[in-house]
T-cell receptor, first 115, second 115 residues
Framework: DTGVSQDPRHKITKRGQNVTFRCDPI?????LYWYRQTLGQGPEFLTY????????KSRLLSDRFSAERPKGSFSTLEIQRTEQGDSAMYLC?????????????FGPGTRLTVL | AQSVAQPEDQVNVAEGNPLTVKCTYS??????LFWYVQYPNRGLQFLLK??????LVKGSYGFEAEFNKSQTSFHLKKPSALVSDSALYFC?????????????FGSGTRLLVRP
């Protein structure tokens, strides 16, 4: 499978615990995005990388959230001191090319449940 | 501010009939517009996009969309619906004037095609 992969697919944690999610983009894609999707809503942008540089962060990304893409390949999203409001589907996407109009390809998502 | 509206939470159509899923957008400049489909427990799949040029855009699985600048709309259409088209559909926009790659999504429309 040459698509975007995410791990784990599901995560259940207790409030206050830290969690980390991984995203592997399509291999030739230099751009990587994280979105969050809650029930009944469309995805909301969290952050974006071009290669290893984090170029944009949403105001949704509080200081408890951190994302990295150390070698410009896979990325991790960490949530510290999780809260029940963090329960959501976390989606990763990647894209290639130089244009702003290139479509983003999404992974299957990681569903986080905070008890 | 950029925004997308999908005014219908659900669209019901009989198999074989034409379908339309509505989307309107708001951007300060010219838009890049996208349609994605989401099946249960799967990530978003790209269907089609409008960049510039011909207002009628053709995409995957027989879907097409019509860009109407005066009405700021980008409705998704298919001449003959299939039961397998039943899924959640998202419209998304990016403002060409902004140096940002993030997509702004609508809240989604659930399409139900009955046999």
């Amino acid at each position: 499978d040459t698509g975007v992969s995410q791990d784990p697919r599901h995560k259940i944690t207790k409030r206050g615990q830290n969690v980390t999610f991984r995203c592997d983009p399509i291999s030739e894609h230099n751009r990587l995005y994280w979105y969050r999707q809650t029930l009944g809503q469309g995805p909301e942008f969290l952050t974006y990388f071009q290669n290893e540089a984090q170029l944009e962060k949403s105001r949704l990304l509080s200081d408890r959230f951190s994302a990295e893409r150390p070698k410009g390949s896979f990325s991790t999203l960490e949530i510290q001191r999780t809260e029940q409001g963090d329960s959501a589907m976390y989606l990763c996407a990647s894209s290639s090319g130089q244009g702003y109009h290139n479509e983003q390809f999404f992974g299957p998502g990681t569903r986080l449940t905070v008890l | 501010a950029q925004s997308v509206a999908q005014p219908e939470d659900q669209v019901n159509v009989a198999e074989g009939n034409p379908l339309t899923v509505k989307c309107t957008y708001s951007v300060s400049g010219n838009p890049y517009l996208f349609w994605y489909v989401q099946y249960p427990n799967r990530g978003l799949q790209f269907l089609l996009k409008y960049i510039t040029g011909d207002n009628l855009v053709k995409g995957s699985y027989g879907f097409e969309a019509e860009f109407n600048k005066s009405q700021t709309s980008f409705h998704l259409k298919k001449p003959s619906a299939l039961v397998s088209d039943s899924a959640l559909y998202f419209c998304a926009v990016r403002d060409q004037r902004h140096s940002s790659y993030k997509l702004i999504f609508g809240s989604g429309t659930r399409l139900l095609v009955r046999p």
